[in-house]
């Protein structure tokens, strides 16, 4: 049984910045494509960030250049750091990864407010 467990959440003020890690089990995790979602309140949940099993990493057009994903491999896990918060980005974000079928996380909640 594969588990996610994520941390790092918290409040933050505009232009603060958080790092959020993902703890990976029960599965080979250098063959996981691995990633983060989010979901604000009364929207559906986006992918923000992806990076796969080879390291090529993807980001919505609304993070590029504020967020960078990274993995280790040794270590089984998955950061997503986040820089120039906006308030837009609070959301409850969730750890993501694929293999054969799709695993979750239970999702960690940041807010961005002054």
């Known amino acids: 049984q594969v588990q996610l467990v994520e941390s790092g959440g918290g409040l933050v003020e505009p232009g603060g910045s958080l790092r959020l890690s993902c703890a990976a089990s029960?599965?080979?995790?250098?063959?996981?494509?691995m990633g983060w979602y989010r979901q604000a309140p009364g929207k559906q949940r986006e992918l923000a960030a992806l990076i796969t099993s080879s390291g090529r990493t993807v980001y919505v057009d609304s993070v590029k250049g504020r967020f960078t994903i990274s993995r280790d491999n040794a270590k089984n896990t998955v950061a997503l750091q986040m820089n120039s918060l906006k308030p837009e980005d609070t959301a409850v974000y969730y750890c993501y990864g694929r293999n054969s079928r799709d695993y979750w996380g239970q999702g960690t909640q940041v807010t961005v407010s002054s």
């Open positions: 029960g599965t080979i995790f250098s063959s996981l494509t």
